[in-house]
């Protein structure tokens, strides 16, 4: 589904360019589930954030579904973003004055859905996660659990072909964390999905069928299983 071949980010200062991903070829097969692992500042993120098209690379290609995103512009990465690319951040990024069920509608609505059926599939999402009990409810109101749980509700809303998940479990207990990863593999393996998780959990290896070990902005190593 996805393959880098020989990208990098730098990142331009006058004086101190900041190399973020150094050639990094990889590549993701359709419905697995692969670990991004490795230190603070290695370039997990960066590396999530070209395969949602949220930055560019200075060098190198990016295929997705073996087409080519180098020509494509921010309308055209918006579109591939609402219909095909489902985002989970540590952060959740819900928006505070909206319900549960308006987060995960709302980029439904974005892509032009009706109201009545985002509504629709906004409470089938949320019961999937086991929330259905929270429509009504603001994020202020929800646990960190069940605001992450929002979160996957929201990127799983749209039937997304990729997943990317940027330290899902990071600002959660271990039992919290053990069930968003419970509820990610679920999900990835009931709908087909596949799932790219930047993280420093351990646990989560357990769940990879691949893992992709980073250090000092480069892969060091690549495990398959």
């Not at 929201?154 to 997943?163: G, N, Q, Y």
Request: net charge neutral; aromatic share 4%.
């Amino acid at each position: 589904m996805i393959v880098f071949n020989k990208v990098s980010k730098i990142y331009p200062h006058p004086t101190h360019p900041v190399t973020a991903l150094k050639e990094i070829s990889l590549t993701i097969e359709k419905g697995a589930f692969t670990v991004l692992m490795g230190p603070s500042g290695c370039g997990k993120s960066t590396l999530l954030n070209l395969m949602g098209g949220l930055d560019t690379p200075t060098s190198g290609e990016i295929l997705f579904n073996g087409q080519s995103t180098a020509g494509l512009n921010d309308r055209e990465w918006t579109a591939l973003r609402r219909a095909d690319i489902g985002m989970i951040f540590q952060f959740f990024n819900l928006l505070p004055m909206l319900t549960a069920q308006e987060n995960v509608a709302l980029p439904l609505l974005l892509r032009g859905e009706p109201a009545a059926e985002t509504r629709k599939k906004a409470e089938a999402a949320l019961k999937t996660v086991g929330l259905g009990h929270r429509l009504d409810h603001l994020p202020g109101k929800l646990s960190g659990g069940e605001m992450q749980r929002v979160a996957i509700a929201r990127a799983d809303a749209i039937s997304p072909k990729l997943l990317l998940a940027d330290e899902p479990t990071g600002n959660l207990d271990s039992k919290t964390g053990q069930e968003i990863l419970d509820l990610l593999t679920t999900r990835t393996k009931e709908a087909g999905l596949t799932l790219l998780m930047a993280t420093h959990s351990q646990e989560a290896m357990a769940y990879a069928d691949q893992i992709i070990t980073m250090k000092d902005s480069e892969i060091s190593r690549i495990e398959t299983r």
